[in-house]
């Protein structure tokens, strides 16, 4: 995880967002520099090494290729990654971006990083999901986390143009417990789908940085 669109869709987003309450009065940034650079060390050491293998059985791995003329950094000729910050520009070059890759209606997104307490949020749709849309959800979804972390936090986002010490976002202390990103840092470049015990697709974000 180290290195790690304005088109119209027909999905209905769930409202609601479950997430894990446990212990989200996380430390602050403003805490010693020295201290904040360990604990980021630690936080991507555990998300890196983090075990999917209670979610159920893996049954697709989705890949986000887009096309690219840079062919000095990436010579096969695409980016393996998603921008989820504006992610419209990379949507018009994705490969098979209109490939539906998720047939089913309704389904779980997982997102975990870089969250202290995991977020799943349902999500529908009337034909399934190709790859396209499922890059606006995740990048609607996460606008929606950073919002509702905001909201919660006592311990607020230092400004980029403020942080004098440590370029990496401060660790928040609302309901996800968010730490070390923002979202313009953050890339989706897989999204790995699990049949749950109940029969339930769960979707496991593998989000770069």
Sequence with gaps: MFYKIAICLLLLTSSV????????NTRSAADTTKDYSDLLTRLEQQASE?????LGSLILTIDFMVKT????????GFIPFVKIEHPEK???????KDEIVVKDDTITLLIDYPLTNECRLKI???????RGELVMEVSKAYYKLFEEE?????VKTIP????????????????????GHDIADLMLAEIMV?????GDLLLSLNIES
């Design 160 to 179: 980029v143009e403020k942080r004098t010490t440590v370029y990496n976002r401060n660790q928040t202390n609302g309901r996800y417990g968010i730490w």
């Design 194 to 198: 699990y049949k749950a015990p109940d």
């Design 90 to 96: 990379d949507i018009k070059q994705l490969i098979n």
């Design 69 to 76: 003329s840079n062919l000095t950094d990436y010579p096969k």
């Design 124 to 130: 529908n749709s009337k034909h399934g999901f190709t």
């Design 50 to 54: 983090k075990s999917h293998n209670n």
């Design 150 to 154: 905001e909201a919660t936090a006592t």
């Design 17 to 24: 967002c479950k997430a894990q309450e446990n212990g989200s």
